[in-house]
């Protein structure tokens, strides 16, 4: 492992997309440093998908402290805020032993709220976020863009083409509060303080990273994937739960039902991972460019 500073930062920030080494990468490190490591990936928070979601075994927990893994059940969903009001409280906590902290996962989003803050936005009314929905459909991405563009230009740069659901949280913010998303999230404060980070992002090479995507999904099945998903498909969740978004729990799922065979399950998964991964590695080159990229063999 080879990082450009000499001066270890009291918190580790350790990004990636799935499959790229994150977490054998924060193991090493916080055994070499004497750190804690917290979760920042948002499947790994529930339990009873471990293996699916690439969760720490339990050899690994054993090796150094880990934290917020496997700790909400499916049943629950937790939002961006309810993470980071979690991961502050045990980031206070392992300061306060006097430990160094890694926080290792590929939610994006997880990672902006602590270094930029979540915006307190208003609750948006359900009328106006139908309203929005609404133009979206009747005008298509072209033209919402358009209209949205002189009520938060920020945000319609920012969005990533064919985020719908984000863009048109974008234009509800804007019309039901008077001011612009970005404007809001601009008046935060980071969870964490700027010169207390350092942020690292695993960046392989694409057909590197495939590979290890299609590997892992074998090794995965093997070691008990379909039981995971076959046990939750047994307690009848709602389907719109965030846990079983899980990358690969769909495609399993209609195996364990009988509507697919394991091979066809294999290979749609596999293409699901890799548009995951792809997705991941965009926004992550796009929202941490100063961030030290690593590419670990």
């Not at 350790?14 to 990468?25: D, E, N, Q, R, V």
């Given at each position: 492992?080879?990082?450009?500073?000499?001066?270890?930062?009291?918190?580790?920030?350790?990004?990636?997309?799935?499959?790229?080494?994150?977490?054998?990468?924060?193991?090493?490190?916080?055994?070499?440093?004497?750190?804690?490591?917290?979760?920042?990936?948002?499947?790994?928070?529930?339990?009873?998908?471990?293996?699916?979601?690439?969760?720490?075994?339990?050899?690994?927990?054993?090796?150094?402290?880990?934290?917020?893994?496997?700790?909400?059940?499916?049943?629950?969903?937790?939002?961006?805020?309810?993470?980071?009001e979690?991961?502050?409280?045990?980031?206070?906590?392992?300061?306060?032993?006097?430990?160094?902290?890694?926080?290792?996962?590929?939610?994006?989003?997880?990672?902006?709220?602590?270094?930029?803050?979540?915006?307190?936005?208003p609750?948006?009314?359900?009328?106006?976020?139908?309203?929005?929905?609404?133009?979206?459909?009747?005008?298509?991405?072209?033209?919402?863009?358009?209209?949205?563009?002189?009520?938060?230009?920020?945000?319609?740069?920012?969005?990533?083409?064919?985020?719908?659901?984000?863009?048109?949280?974008?234009?509800?913010?804007?019309i039901?509060?008077?001011k612009?998303?970005?404007?809001?999230?601009?008046?935060?404060?980071?969870?964490?303080?700027?010169?207390?980070?350092?942020?690292?992002?695993?960046?392989?090479?694409?057909?590197?990273?495939?590979?290890?995507?299609?590997?892992?999904?074998?090794?995965?099945?093997?070691?008990?994937?379909?039981?995971?998903?076959?046990?939750?498909?047994?307690?009848?969740?709602?389907?719109?739960?965030?846990?079983?978004?899980?990358?690969?729990?769909?495609?399993?799922?209609?195996?364990?039902r009988?509507?697919?065979?394991?091979?066809?399950?294999?290979?749609?998964?596999?293409?699901e991972?890799?548009?995951?991964?792809?997705?991941?590695?965009?926004?992550?080159?796009?929202?941490?460019?100063?961030?030290?990229?690593?590419?670990?063999?």
């Amino acid at each position: 492992m080879v990082l450009s500073s000499d001066i270890a930062p009291r918190i580790w920030l350790i990004a990636g997309p799935t499959a790229s080494g994150k977490s054998a990468y924060a193991l090493d490190l916080a055994q070499r440093t004497g750190a804690e490591i917290v979760n920042a990936d948002s499947m790994q928070i529930y339990a009873g998908l471990r293996v699916l979601t690439a969760g720490p075994s339990p050899e690994e927990t054993a090796r150094a402290p880990h934290h917020l893994f496997e700790v909400v059940d499916a049943a629950v969903g937790w939002s961006v805020g309810r993470w980071l009001e979690a991961a502050t409280k045990v980031l206070a906590e392992i300061e306060q032993r006097g430990n160094p902290a890694i926080i290792v996962g590929g939610t994006g989003l997880y990672f902006r709220a602590l270094t930029h803050g979540l915006a307190d936005v208003p609750p948006v009314p359900e009328t106006q976020r139908e309203i929005s929905g609404l133009l979206y459909a009747a005008r298509g991405e072209e033209d919402f863009r358009a209209i949205l563009k002189p009520l938060d230009p920020e945000a319609e740069a920012r969005i990533e083409v064919g985020d719908r659901q984000r863009l048109v949280r974008a234009h509800a913010v804007a019309i039901a509060t008077g001011k612009s998303l970005t404007s809001w999230q601009t008046d935060t404060k980071p969870a964490i303080a700027p010169g207390d980070w350092k942020g690292v992002v695993l960046d392989p090479p694409r057909a590197d990273l495939y590979a290890r995507c299609d590997a892992r999904l074998a090794v995965m099945v093997e070691h008990g994937a379909l039981d995971e998903v076959a046990a939750m498909e047994a307690r009848g969740l709602d389907p719109s739960l965030p846990a079983l978004k899980a990358v690969g729990y769909r495609e399993f799922a209609a195996h364990v039902r009988g509507e697919t065979t394991l091979d066809q399950a294999l290979d749609a998964a596999r293409q699901e991972t890799r548009r995951y991964a792809k997705r991941q590695l965009t926004w992550f080159r796009n929202q941490t460019p100063d961030w030290e990229k690593v590419s670990v063999p």
